[in-house]
């Protein structure tokens, strides 16, 4: 599975605890907010773009990245 965001903010806890397993944020992401994929199991991979300036204290917090 695939997911595709879009936007420029990802609030925080919003994939926490999910089995969400490959990410692909958008060019015009600015900020992920704290915990936003806390105790993801799943986590493989994240492609994070150039642009974003902000990433939250433990965004990737007992993860697999």
């Given amino acids: 599975e695939r ?3 879009n936007g420029e ?3 925080g ?4 605890g ?6 692909v ?3 015009t992401l600015k900020r992920l907010e704290t915990e936003t994929f806390w105790c993801c199991k799943n986590l493989r991979s994240v492609e ?3 642009g974003v300036e902000y990433i939250g204290w433990r ?7």
């Avoid at 806890?13 to 926490?16: E, G, H, T």
């Avoid at 999910?18 to 990410?23: D, E, F, G, L």
């Fill in 13 to 16: 806890k919003v994939f926490a």
């Fill in 9 to 11: 903010k990802i609030e």
């Fill in 59 to 65: 965004c990737f917090w007992d993860s697999k990245i």
């Fill in 18 to 23: 999910s089995a969400v397993k490959n990410i």
């Fill in 48 to 50: 994070i773009p150039n």
């Fill in 25 to 27: 944020l958008p060019s």
């Fill in 3 to 5: 997911i595709v965001i």
